[in-house]
């Protein structure tokens, strides 16, 4: 593989520097059992934790979040098919499907899965050390926050100096009660983000009463920044691109007790939050009576920038449907920066940049350079493809999406459109993976609209325009 200094001796290296649209799929894709292993990964930081952890929220979610009443405060989208954006995309075998995390509440993207998790874990942790919540079983499935990278990812969070002498109340519609408040208004959480995982975070901390600072390039769209201030939430705003960003805030909530940085590039906390959204998909297709095994395959669009989304999404559904499913990630023609880590093997340790790329997109949501390395690491064997998607495109397809579905999704989102006419390209990938014409005739194409529903009407419309 290419390594630093001779990167443009490699024509598919060439290729992504030019920008042309492209697709990768990983030979060393392994088996679910091999990737789920070499992931080092439990299961149990889903089910166990992120999973349990959101539902003993729910009261509290459906009291503060209103449009959740009726999920009975399940953060949830909805799933369905979309024949006429199946025809406009030429897509003759098999079904289209949208997940429309474009409307999910709360903050109206993807982010809102591991963005609010995240910071549920921080405030519980904070409330059950404060005596005023009762302690948890303790076991250490059911906490993520101390295994971030870096950390021993098995290791459990020890935060209980209360464990002999139980106290505090089970109920989690408190957190809306002055005691709980006067807390969280003494502590901080802190994020660098390209702007839906600021969102996510502003609105959720500033729902519990606790302080947040957003770092943001200056690229970041002006509204995400008004809204957040418009809650209370601090903006600090970088020349930089995004990963200096994320240094900044990682530098100022070090040695700071009372704040808690979310490390989008790190977290476990944030992974689990996304993952979940597996076992509630498989919930949704059998509800819908879709099938999903090895004669009816899955393949699954996810846009990408970070990776901390679409790989704990993809996470979650590797628990859920083994080797029947397919994660292909959809990146930006300026930003492919999962797909460089993961085809030079290098990871974190190479940005886009070093492609000459400067990650400037109308995909806001997508312009990351460096990927996770935690996700590129411990998910590659599990990620069949990856492929780009070039703006003029994603523009398209946000025009095509809203005149035959009347759907609203950003351009980010709708990087997902444009997976299905990859996998029907690749002869040697569909033979790799042992797809035969029947299979594919039954195959289900699932686009994962990952945002758009707090996008400005006004901006919106430019994008149609
Ligand atoms: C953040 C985001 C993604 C990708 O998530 P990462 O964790 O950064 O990979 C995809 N789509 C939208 C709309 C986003 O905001």
Redesign the pocket.
């Known amino acids: 593989m290419a390594a630093h200094g001779n990167l443009r001796d490699d024509p598919f290296l060439t290729r992504l520097a030019e920008q042309e649209p492209s697709a990768w799929f990983n030979p060393a894709v392994t088996t679910t059992g091999a990737g789920l292993a070499a992931s080092g990964l439990s299961s149990g930081i889903v089910d166990d934790a992120a999973a349990a952890r959101l539902e003993r929220f729910a009261p509290w979610i459906a009291q503060a979040f209103p449009e959740t009443a009726d999920a009975r405060g399940v953060i949830e989208s909805p799933l369905y098919a979309a024949p006429d954006m199946q025809r406009e995309l030429g897509v003759t075998a098999g079904r289209l499907l949208l997940k429309r995390d474009d409307i999910l509440p709360v903050s109206g993207?993807?982010?809102a899965r591991?963005g609010v998790h995240e910071v549920l874990e921080y405030a519980e942790s904070l409330a059950i050390e404060a005596g005023l919540l009762a302690p948890l079983n303790s076991g250490c499935a059911t906490r993520n926050l101390a295994s971030n990278e870096g950390a021993d990812p098995t290791s459990c969070l020890t935060t209980g100096n209360n464990d002999d002498e139980p106290g505090g109340t089970t109920d989690y519609r408190a957190f809306g009660s002055d005691p709980f408040r006067e807390l969280m208004a003494q502590h901080r959480v802190v994020v660098g983000s390209?702007?839906?995982?600021g969102l996510s975070i502003g609105i959720t901390a500033a729902a519990l009463g606790l302080q947040a600072t957003v770092h943001m390039s200056t690229h970041a769209q002006a509204w995400k920044k008004e809204l957040l201030r418009s809650l209370g939430v601090e903006v600090v705003e970088h020349s930089t691109d995004y990963t200096a960003a994320v240094k900044a805030g990682r530098k100022s909530a070090q040695a700071d007790p009372t704040t808690h940085f979310v490390d989008?590039e790190h977290s476990v906390s944030l992974f689990a939050g996304y993952a979940v959204a597996g076992r509630r998909l498989a919930r949704q297709l059998a509800n819908q009576d879709f099938t999903v095994d090895g004669d009816h395959p899955l393949f699954v669009y996810l846009?990408?920038?970070?990776?901390?989304?679409?790989?704990g999404v993809a996470y979650g559904l590797k628990l859920e449907f083994g080797d029947a499913v397919h994660c292909v990630f959809a990146e930006p023609t300026a930003a492919p920066c999962m797909m460089l880590g993961v085809y030079t093997g290098l990871h974190d340790e190479i940005s886009v940049a070093e492609l000459g790329l400067d990650t400037h997109t109308v995909a806001d949501?997508?312009a990351?350079g460096r990927p996770?390395g935690f996700v590129g690491r411990r998910m590659q064997g599990l990620i069949d493809g990856y492929y780009t998607v070039t703006d003029q495109r994603m523009k398209e397809l946000v025009k095509a999406l809203y005149a035959t579905e009347g759907i609203l999704a950003?351009p980010?989102?709708a990087a997902s459109l444009d997976g299905p006419r990859w996998i029907a390209a690749d002869a040697d990938y569909l033979q790799r993976m042992n797809l035969t014409n029947q299979q594919l005739q039954n195959v289900t194409h699932l686009a994962w609209l990952?945002?758009?529903g707090m996008v400005p009407e006004d901006i919106q419309r430019g994008y149609l325009a």
């Open positions: 993207s993807i982010k591991g390209t702007g839906n995982l989008d846009p990408c920038g970070i990776g901390g989304a679409p790989g949501g997508l990351v996770s950003e980010s989102a990952t945002g758009g």
